[in-house]
């Protein structure tokens, strides 16, 4: 089969934007004129052997790679209209990425966990068919009725969904969600350092984020990424219900609080998350869904969890998630990052950065690594 300079074009300018260069920078890497750059990605000027073998090099992959016959993924854009302070750059460099590691888990010939993410066909202003549709979800995860989340990730990994993590955030955004060759995709932050010290994001902000993403998945696989502000609020309302309904069910929250005394205190609302592994923030607003707390109280906490400088750094930490199904499908393949690498023709560290979930922290052994399991109160199923 003879691969066109077109198709060979896309994946320069796939992996081009998958390393956050421009074309000027390739071009100054690989030692060529910017406009040879622009050409070639777009079919229109073919490269030489030497050139083909320069702008391989600088994009951390082999001539083979580019030019070896591969399908061009189809993808769909992430249900956010805007992401806040981010580059449209740093989004679409994350998106790139994505198309490159579904890419390499067709070429390995990865055997994906069947999706069995049930369809939603309801209205999304009505917040109680997402309520109920948050439950069948939980079902399809394996989770009964009054069952915690144990591990949000591995959850959703269960469901057919590929979680890959993100190595910074996206402006205020933690994570994105698209569909690529129709398979559902999550990105998500994985912790790191941050400026003033705290490791962000906190362990129950990254479970809220896959959970809110899952929303996205499920309950807008139709619905193209909005046009207006109004329509971008209104998806972001809708995914942050579900999340909150699919991580801290109601009867099973408001019973939990009932065996607490009923009193909705700062106090309650920490044993709360220990239990649920959600912030006491999200608790509030969860609460105020379910008609528990009025406005007026839910003010009155959030002025005392101000006041307590519990806007950056909550009491009771959570752990932090990571996916397995990458490194347990290439294991199952006989391969490992390096060797998966190598049969793709791609540089280890692209691999590599697709199972690397670990803090980052050599000069802080003080601070948490991987997964720390939040409370039994409840029974967790297993994964």
């Not at 941050?194 to 899952?214: C, I, M």
């Not at 219900?241 to 700062?266: I, N």
């Amino acid at each position: 089969m003879v691969v066109t300079a077109a198709e060979t074009g896309n994946r320069i300018q796939r992996l081009r934007i998958a390393n956050g260069l421009s074309q000027a920078e390739l071009a100054k890497s690989a030692s060529m004129p910017t406009g040879a750059v622009s050409m070639a990605e777009h079919g229109r000027q073919g490269l030489d052997e030497e050139t083909l073998t320069r702008v391989a090099d600088a994009l951390g992959c082999t001539t083979g790679y580019l030019t070896r016959p591969q399908a061009q993924p189809t993808s769909t854009r992430p249900w956010l209209r805007a992401y806040a302070d981010a580059s449209k750059r740093a989004v679409d460099r994350y998106i790139a990425d994505t198309e490159t590691a579904i890419g390499a888990i067709h070429a390995l010939r990865l055997r994906l966990l069947p999706e069995t993410i049930p369809h939603f066909d309801d209205d999304g202003n009505d917040e109680e068919a997402i309520e109920e549709f948050a439950g069948e979800v939980r079902n399809a995860a394996g989770l009964e009725d009054g069952d915690v989340v144990g591990n949000c990730i591995r959850r959703v990994e269960r469901l057919g969904v590929v979680v890959l993590p993100m190595h910074d955030e996206l402006g205020r955004h933690m994570g994105l969600s698209q569909r690529v060759d129709s398979i559902p995709v999550i990105r998500v932050s994985k912790p790191h350092l941050t400026d003033h010290g705290p490791v962000s994001p906190s362990g129950d902000r990254q479970r809220f984020t896959v959970a809110h993403e899952l929303g996205h998945l499920t309950l807008h696989a139709t619905t193209p990424p909005p046009a207006t502000a109004e329509q971008a609020r209104l998806v972001e309302q809708q995914a942050h219900r579900f999340a909150g309904a699919f991580l801290a069910p109601g009867d099973p929250l408001l019973a939990d609080l009932e065996r607490l005394g009923d009193r909705v205190t700062l106090t309650t609302l920490a044993e709360l998350k220990r239990t649920w592994g959600v912030s006491i923030k999200m608790l509030v607003v969860r609460l105020g869904q379910l008609g528990r707390i009025d406005d007026q109280h839910a003010r009155s906490l959030y002025k005392q969890i101000s006041a307590r400088r519990w806007n950056k750094v909550e009491p009771v930490p959570v752990g932090h998630e990571h996916a397995v199904w990458l490194t347990k499908a290439l294991a199952q393949a006989g391969q490992d990052s390096d060797t998966a690498a190598a049969a793709l023709g791609l540089a280890p560290r692209y691999v590599r950065n697709w199972q690397a979930w670990d803090l980052e922290s050599p000069n802080r052994p003080d601070l948490p690594v991987g997964v720390v399991p939040i409370s039994r109160k409840r029974r967790a199923s297993k994964y």
